[in-house]
């Protein structure tokens, strides 16, 4: 792996990078050490750049959106994290929305307020980026993007634009194809319907009261931290099993909703994966479910 000759080919192309960035700026979880190379490209074509070079070079490469559902190794991340932040322009056209993918889901959803579009009213308030959440499927209040996404531009592994219709993207319960097939989302298009504009602001503005009154967004997390077994909810089975305010360094399971553990105190990556096994364990041994993390580890083990 040179990062020496990858570097200066980034340069010559006039595409942004940092060096040794840390990842505790790009993460809601605010955790994690710092990556090789921070690769922050303007256009979809910078980016099929950079994959190409990257798999030519044989560099390790990691797609960050807003960084709303990762844990950062403490250790940091090998090689190169490229940045869709900049992939931040959204259009309206009828009941259609097409957004890049680093735009942000609370940005989409005003959007869609804004030209009495309903259907997104769900996602006011997930933290994190478009192009997350189709990559996991995000759903809150009876709503998913599955229910509003009708196809989205990628680049491949070689660095070729692909565009994937919702019907061949497999979505599920906090799951796409995107987890297995390695493209990157750089474009989505969404189909929302008219509406009335108070109405949807109404019903926004008491999502976004509810998400407020429930989850501890005073402290860095990264949301849920399990998903929902079926039949159970996993913030419920923690709490029965006395886990609010259980805590490990600077980690500590929530007391305002158990199924969020945060950063209450400069917590490490090792912390809050030390919390995830008492908490995996306590629910196995008392109720025999597994619970799986939502939160996705990445970096240096």
């Known amino acids: 792996m040179n990062l020496s000759d990858f570097s200066e080919l980034l340069k010559s192309n006039g595409i942004e990078f940092r060096k040794n960035e840390s990842m505790k700026e790009h993460t809601t979880f605010k955790i994690g050490g710092c990556c090789d190379i921070f690769i922050m490209p303007k256009t979809r074509e910078e980016i099929a750049k950079v994959i190409k070079w990257t798999k030519e070079k044989n560099i390790p490469l990691f797609v960050l959106g807003k960084g709303s559902n990762l844990l950062v190794s403490d250790d940091g991340i090998e090689g190169a994290v490229i940045s ?9 056209d009828d009941n259609r929305i097409i957004c890049g993918a680093g735009v942000n889901m609370s940005a989409l959803c005003i959007t869609a307020r804004d030209n009495s579009l309903s259907g ?8 994190g980026s478009v192009g997350g959440g189709l990559f996991m499927n995000a759903g809150a209040y009876g709503g ?17 634009e692909i565009y994937i219709s919702a019907e061949d993207m497999e979505l599920s319960y906090r799951h796409s194809v995107f987890k297995e097939n390695g493209y990157v989302i750089t474009e989505i298009i969404l189909s929302l319907t008219k ?8 019903k926004m503005t008491e999502l976004l009261n509810k998400r407020k009154s429930k989850q501890p967004l005073e402290y860095p997390s990264a949301g849920s931290t399990f998903k929902r077994p079926e039949g159970n ?7 029965q099993n006395g886990l609010k305010g259980e805590k490990v360094g600077g980690a500590m399971v929530s ?9 209450y105190n400069n917590a490490s990556a090792k912390d809050v994966l030390g919390l995830i096994d008492i908490i995996k364990n306590r629910v196995y041994k008392n109720e025999g479910i597994v619970l799986e993390p939502e939160v996705i580890f990445v970096g240096r083990r």
């Open 84 to 92: 869709l932040s900049n992939l931040n322009k959204i259009r309206v």
């Open 120 to 127: 997104l009213e769900f996602a006011y308030g997930i933290p």
């Open 144 to 160: 998913e993007m599955s229910d509003v996404v009708v196809g989205a531009y990628c680049i491949g592994k070689g660095g070729t």
């Open 195 to 202: 509406g009335d504009r108070s109405q949807i602001s109404s």
């Open 233 to 239: 909810f996993a913030g419920t089975l923690i709490e």
């Open 255 to 263: 007391e305002k909703h158990a199924g969020f553990v945060i950063n």
